[in-house]
T-cell receptor, first 115, second 113 residues
Framework: DSGVTQTPKHLITATGQRVTLRCSPR?????VYWYQQSLDQGLQFLIH???????AKGNILERFSAQQFPDLHSELNLSSLELGDSALYFC??????????????FGEGSRLTVL | GNSVTQMEGPVTLSEEAFLTINCTYT??????LFWYVQYPGEGLQLLLK?????DKGSNKGFEATYRKETTSFHLEKGSVQVSDSAVYFC????????????FGSGTQLTVLP
């Protein structure tokens, strides 16, 4: 158990809809990262938040947005969903500024299926 | 930009066989290198890491050496077990980054008894 909690584990929805994925980082971790894992694109970095502030953006679509709340949990919002958005979405956390670089702790992921 | 290239899978081995999964990278500066493992139905876990040239990372019988001259970080294990069946990802963070990982495409390993 990594200590990172993601909900929901599975989600099935229709094209055009909007969903919210939630992530609770490990206790004490200030950084949250979102990754998308799909068969054709592999693991793609989406966005990084540190202590409530956006730190970096990767290959995140404009239809997607995220935020990190004062209690450090994070939400990834996906809107106007398309079939190609079907993927496994991972959240990871780390304590930025301490420990070894790149040592992220991943949740089990939220599997999104868009029909 | 930064990129990681892994050998294509899937890889199927018999128990106690020798394992090598090749990984090469392209990066500016001096990246840190990692191997992550994903067991079925689970998130990724850090397997081992190396933060500078010639460092060897090791864990659970796996090892990999950071080779700057060949820009490689190949994963090896002398004797695999059925429980090693998983997807293995090579990854890097560039120096000075906020720990964003760039991943390779992953290599599926199946070990047969």
């Amino acid at each position: 158990d990594s200590g990172v909690t993601q909900t929901p584990k599975h989600l099935i929805t229709a094209t055009g809809q909007r969903v919210t994925l939630r992530c609770s980082p490990r206790s004490g971790d200030l950084s949250v990262y979102w990754y998308q894992q799909s068969l054709d694109q592999g693991l793609q970095f989406l966005i990084h938040y540190y202590n409530g502030e956006e730190r970096a953006k990767g290959n995140i679509l404009e239809r997607f947005s995220a935020q990190q709340f004062p209690d450090l949990h994070s939400e990834l919002n996906l809107s106007s969903l398309e079939l190609g958005d079907s993927a496994l979405y991972f959240c990871a956390s780390s304590l930025l500024g301490q420990g070894s670089p790149g040592e992220l702790f991943f949740g089990e992921g939220s599997r999104l299926t868009v029909l | 930009g930064n990129s990681v290239t892994q050998m294509e899978g899937p890889v199927t081995l018999s128990e106690e066989a020798f394992l090598t999964i090749n990984c090469t990278y392209t990066a500016t500066g001096y990246p840190s290198l990692f191997w992550y493992v994903q067991y079925p139905g689970e998130g990724l876990q850090l397997l081992l890491k190396a933060t500078k040239a010639d460092d060897k990372g090791s864990n659970k019988g796996f090892e990999a050496t950071y080779r700057k001259e060949t820009t490689s970080f190949h994963l090896e294990k002398g004797s695999v077990q059925v429980s090693d069946s998983a997807v293995y990802f090579c990854a890097l963070t560039r120096s000075g980054s906020a720990r964003q990982l760039t991943f390779g495409s992953g290599t599926q390993l199946t070990v047969l008894p």
